[in-house]
């Protein structure tokens, strides 16, 4: 079904002036890239580009940990069956078993390469739990700090394995060709070398016969979101403009408990992580009551869409008049400051002692379960793109990602398509379709496409507002012009663009409530959503079925 939005069909750019040719080039310098990068370099060239810098992305920030099995009473079959419950019938099980069984391995792995994860009785290292675990089996580092460790462990080992780093530079779309039996190809990718400012210094094309892809998500297309400023869906749009699905972009987890400081608050949020409720922390209202209780057996600890829409339900009936947060019951939580100090420095920074008081939380955006369909090799539908990472949909995340579960898949995914690469490389092809006119939007139309995806396409959808989200992004692709400045921020709005116009078409398609696509239209899970939605963009319109 094609909504009547026209997208951009290519980004606005000036004339490519330098080529350069490699064999693998990766965008995006999270665990998945970084884990990718360092599997194909022994043997290949490598150029990793990220428009920032190499620590900017979603991993740096991840809290809670690595989920894997590493406690000899917990299996992997718990942890398959675990994900494939939180994942709301979508998950695909042969991808679960297989990131299941090998997330061990990555642990490991990321310790032989000099991870410090906090030590404890299994293996070496310290177990907790999360929301819709039914053991403890998250590996975590500096308590709370577990993703900016994996960051530095993975950002290290790039650089010592002889990778090229090119930070500050855009990957702006594909350049392709066919191969020599007529099949449709990567030829390479075109990237703006930026200045200090965000602005372009030149475009060249990076030649290899495989792209990885592994920008992440699309967080800050929502006005209040758990991500860094650079996860823009980067990656999930140019794929689109190339052509390529991608499935489940209507599923947005959003995480129950960032840090509320007020209903304006916009940008990145500070999260209080999962890893809190799972050691003993409990959801309160303003008037005192439980959120949680008797709306699912695993209460506090139900995963986390369950308990998102617990607390956006319970916010809308704004008891003792509080409709914009609930509060988070931390002080029972002993050697809390130890466990988790960098939440307890976000809390303090803002006049808040979470051992001594309540923590006011709301749900924001966090992690996108959908993205370009994907193998957990990485492959796709184009000869020569690969994606890994919260940038690809592998089905092992289905309607809704277990907690922790993100960071593994971005190892063990990476992991593969980097070795897979390293033993043979897709065939070189000459670039040879013409591109179609580019377009932009300006950087300042963000702030509406931020707050129209927040009001009508967050955690409870109505009909009424997923329109009034259609017709706000319509009128902001009506602004796209050839004639923009092309800026890191530009191409970043027109991406985002793009994005959420592909996820307001899948939610409005879906006529369900599933995983954490909630529509108070449709309430319950029907049968015959049972499937994927696959979104692509023909001739500029982003189409459906
Ligand atoms: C958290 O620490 O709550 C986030 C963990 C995750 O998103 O997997």
Redesign the pocket.
Known sequence: MPSNNLVPRQLAAPEPTWTVTTDVVILGSGAAGLSAALAARPVRDVVLITKDVLAAGSTSW???GLAAVLDPNDSIENHVQDTLEAGGGLCDEAAVRTLVSEAPTAIRYLMELGASFDPGAHEGVALTR?GGHSHRRIVHAGGDQSGAEVQRTLDESVRLAGVQVVEKAFGIDLVIGHTKSGVRAVAGVKVAILDSNGGVESVGIVYAPAVIVATGGYGQVYASTSNPPAVTGDGIALALRAGVAASDLEFIQF?PTVLWVGSEATGQQA?I???VRGEGAILLDAAGGRVMAGVHPQEDLAPRDVVAAAISRRMAEAPAGVDDHVYLDARRIENFEERFPSITASCRNVGIDPVTELIPVSPAA??VCGGVKATLDGTTSLQGLFVVGEAACTGVHGANRL??N?LTEGVVAGTRVGRALSWSLPEIVEPQEVEADGALIDSYHRAALRNAMSKYVGVLRTPDGLEAASAILRTLADNASAAVVPTRKAFEATNMLTIATAVVAAAKARTESRGCHRRTDFAEPLAAWERHLMCRIVDGRVEVD
Do not use: D, I, M, P
Request: net charge negative; hydrophobic share 30%.
């Open positions: 991840a809290q809670g999360e995480h999260l992580s999962e890893a966090h992690y907690a922790s993100s």
